[in-house]
């Protein structure tokens, strides 16, 4: 229950296009979902995160959906640029204050082809 | 510049010898943690502390030990104990629970 599935393992997108990555989640407590970019030999970066009671959010090129019913939510990226090429996590925890535990999904290596 | 610090980058060391991995802060943030990243298996969760003094297993705990004797550090130990101790290790800092995790970044440990 604790786990949290995300795909596609790897993506490889043209310059321009759309990245979509999925995760989905089975602990309903979960009311926090961030998520990550991590190139290669550094530490993940926190990229935009949000919460259930909305739908998306935006961030520049970075939208997230969240689909509280199913349980799933995504990030996409728009207009993807050779620089967006990462591997991307998303993860998900409970924001109440003794839980200190994020629960990451195994990643995504997302290539930008230019 | 704010931030978190590990030290060193690379680090290489023979089978049977312990380890020690340096993570330092500056945030302020009361939570500190480590996670290990191995190709294909996303972040697992090692160990975490919660405040000074205190810490608490993760995951995969077992062959990893750790102390808080200060806000601003905490020094992962991979012992002799860890079966495979490749990896690169990551230590991350927040305010407090549920929220955001902010990353340092990494220490590649080769273990021959």
């Known amino acids: 229950q604790q786990q949290v599935k995300q795909s596609p393992q790897s993506l490889i997108v043209q310059k321009g296009g759309i990245s979509i990555i999925n995760c989905a989640y089975e602990n309903t407590a979960f009311d926090y979902f961030p998520w990550y970019q991590q190139f290669p030999g550094k530490g993940p970066a926190l990229l935009i995160a949000i919460r259930p009671d909305v739908s998306e959010k935006k961030e520049g090129r970075f939208t997230i959906s969240f689909n509280k019913s199913a349980k799933q939510f995504s990030l996409h990226i728009m207009d993807s640029q050779p620089g967006d090429s990462a591997t991307y996590f998303c993860?998900?925890?409970?924001?109440?204050?003794?839980?200190?535990?994020?629960?990451f999904g195994k990643g995504t290596l997302l290539t930008v082809n230019p | 510049d704010g931030g978190i610090t590990q030290s060193p980058k690379y680090l290489f060391r023979k089978e049977g010898q312990n380890v020690t991995l340096s993570c330092e802060q500056n945030?302020?943030?009361?939570?500190m943690y480590w996670y290990r990243q191995d190709p294909g298996q996303g972040l697992r969760l090692i160990y975490y502390?919660?405040?000074?003094?205190?810490?608490q297993k993760g995951d995969i705990a077992e062959g990893y030990s750790v102390s808080r004797e200060k806000k601003e550090s905490f020094p992962l130990t991979v012992t002799s104990a860890q079966k495979n101790p490749t990896a690169f290790y990551l230590c991350?800092?927040?305010?407090?629970?549920?929220?955001?995790?902010?990353f340092g970044p990494g220490t590649r440990l080769t273990v021959t």
């Open positions: 502390s919660q405040i000074v003094n205190d810490f």
């Open positions: 993860a998900a925890t409970s924001s109440g204050g003794s839980n200190y535990k994020l629960t």
């Open positions: 991350a800092s927040s305010i407090g629970g549920g929220g955001e995790q902010y």
């Open positions: 945030l302020n943030h009361d939570a």
